[in-house]
């Protein structure tokens, strides 16, 4: 069982930066970021495994990066030059196995309450 509070979430303007932050209760190989923008489908922004890396949305690469703490049990993301297509409500994502691609959210089994992200032009 596996267990994620999220927090960080927030309104900035157009260029401004965000931290999201995700603390997990339990074992987790696999750490991801999906979000979901009104009227679309939740995405993929990301996803990290210690093994096997870091894997980012080409949308976001570059601006995005996911942040360990393990001091803290928590990953986060950091998020800059944010962009008003960026608004989204942004969850967190975690598994201690996938049997599915890293960047499909079917992969995921544990997710947190979401945190609403805001950009002004």
């Known amino acids: 069982q596996v267990h994620l509070e999220e927090s960080g979430g927030g309104s900035v303007a157009a260029g401004g930066s965000l931290t999201l932050s995700c603390k997990a209760h339990?074992?987790?190989?696999?750490m991801a970021w999906f979000r979901r923008a009104p009227g679309k489908e939740r995405e993929a922004v990301a996803a990290?495994?210690?093994?096997?890396?870091?894997i980012y949305a080409h949308s976001v690469r570059g601006r995005f990066t996911i942040v360990l703490d393990d001091a803290m049990n928590s990953f986060g993301l950091r998020m800059i030059r944010l962009e008003p297509e960026d608004i989204a409500m942004f969850y967190c994502?975690?598994?201690?196995?996938?049997?599915?691609?890293?960047?499909?959210?079917?992969?995921?089994?544990?997710w947190g309450q979401g945190t609403q992200v805001t950009v002004s032009s």
């Open positions: 339990g074992q987790r190989s696999w």
């Open positions: 990290h495994n210690d093994e096997r890396g870091t």
């Open positions: 994502a975690a598994d201690p196995r996938l049997t599915t691609p890293p960047m499909m959210s079917g992969a995921y089994s544990y």
